[in-house]
């Protein structure tokens, strides 16, 4: 059985108040969305210092980049942010409270990366942005406060995914060193079939059906599943990654393969972390207002793991 707070069973209500997002063509659902009003969100944590960049990308386009810095002289460490939102939604500004929060008390600078997003921009697009974005962050160091050699990649679901992937990709390309990863229920394998899929397929946000709905979106054919860039899980190694901390929601479909990843992780030699939060959904990040102790109780899971993997070095 789920074990599921009341404010989780309170969330899941609300959420299936409405149609089912995978009821929606994606581009008219973004349409739908851009046309709701902003929600105030609650209490926003306190933050020293908020900007915004445009960058230029592999194809010439441009990407936006809102940065958090906390108070201080710095430099700080960077924390560079891929949000969820399973490749096809989401934005920066869902994450504003969990990443200010990062910022100020980790006393680290948030670079939350405005992605471009399938089916659109499909796979490999958001890879490329995301790698830019990091290159741009190590080659911008000084201009935005960062210290150069203490910069990690992080995000949740999707976002986490597409961390897993930066990294990979700067370790064989010989790019900016990454001093960590913080991975939030990160995606890991496209393959939907494991105990956690069966047990949570329904009812409990992410749904089995909408994450089909979000892969095929984002990659086109099924058969770029078994992608290693698409599913880490799928890199024949993984050796040579920065350290790794996993946060995990209990009551998610994609519990399993983040418990498979952490495993990869550690057969090939990277350290790794592992915490679940107890009786919350996949999203929580995301909902502050909802899950409110949750997002500062892993908040101080990537600070603490900030700091320790610091001290290692």
């Given at each position: 059985m789920a074990n599921l707070t009341d404010r989780a069973?309170?969330?899941?209500?609300?959420?299936?108040?409405?149609?089912?997002?995978?009821s929606f063509d994606p581009i008219e659902l973004k349409a739908i969305q851009a046309q709701a009003p902003v929600l105030p969100q609650d209490n926003?944590?306190?933050?020293?210092?908020?900007?915004?960049?445009?960058?230029?990308?592999?194809?010439?386009?441009?990407?936006?980049?809102?940065?958090?810095?906390?108070?201080?002289?710095?430099?700080?460490?960077?924390?560079?942010?891929?949000?969820?939102?399973?490749?096809?939604?989401?934005?920066?500004?869902?994450?504003?409270?969990?990443?200010?929060?990062?910022?100020?008390?980790?006393?680290?600078?948030v670079i939350s990366v405005d992605y471009r997003l399938a089916p659109e921009y499909p796979y490999?697009?958001?890879?490329?942005?995301?790698?830019?974005?990091?290159?741009?962050?190590?080659?911008?160091?000084?201009?935005?406060?960062?210290?150069?050699?203490?910069?990690?990649?992080?995000?949740?679901?999707?976002?986490?995914?597409?961390?897993?992937?930066?990294?990979?990709?700067?370790?064989?390309?010989?790019?900016?060193?990454?001093?960590?990863?913080?991975?939030?229920?990160?995606?890991?394998?496209?393959?939907?079939?494991?105990?956690?899929?069966?047990?949570?397929?329904?009812?409990?946000?992410l749904d089995r059906d909408l994450m089909k709905w979000f892969g095929i979106h984002y990659v086109g054919d099924e058969k770029l599943y078994d992608e290693p860039d698409v599913s880490p899980l799928k890199y024949d190694t993984i050796q040579g990654l920065p350290p790794a901390i996993i946060?995990?929601?209990?009551?998610?479909?994609?519990?399993?393969?983040?418990?498979?990843?952490?495993e990869k992780l550690t057969q090939d030699g990277v350290n790794v972390q592992y915490e679940t939060i107890p009786g919350v959904i996949h999203g929580f990040y995301s909902n502050m207002d909802f899950f409110g102790d949750e997002t500062k109780q892993s908040v101080q899971y990537i600070v603490s793991f900030l700091n320790k993997v610091k001290q290692e070095v």
């Open positions: 069973k309170v969330y899941l209500e609300n959420f299936y108040n409405g149609p089912k997002i995978e926003l944590p306190s933050i020293h210092q908020i900007e915004e960049r445009f960058i230029k990308v592999k194809d010439g386009e441009e990407i936006r980049l809102r940065i958090y810095t906390p108070e201080g002289e710095g430099p700080f460490p960077a924390l560079v942010y891929y949000h969820g939102g399973g490749w096809v939604i989401g934005s920066v500004e869902m994450f504003e409270a969990a990443n200010r929060l990062v910022a100020t008390e980790g006393k680290v600078v490999p697009t958001p890879i490329e942005d995301c790698y830019a974005a990091l290159e741009w962050v190590a080659a911008n160091s000084a201009e935005i406060n960062v210290i150069p050699n203490e910069i990690s990649v992080g995000g949740d679901s999707a976002g986490g995914n597409l961390s897993t992937v930066i990294a990979k990709k700067a370790l064989d390309n010989n790019g900016p060193t990454i001093q960590s990863q913080i991975l939030i229920y990160p995606v890991t394998n496209l393959e939907f079939d494991t105990d956690s899929y069966n047990q949570f397929a329904e009812g409990f946000g946060i995990a929601a209990e009551n998610d479909v994609l519990l399993d393969e983040g418990v498979a990843y952490a």
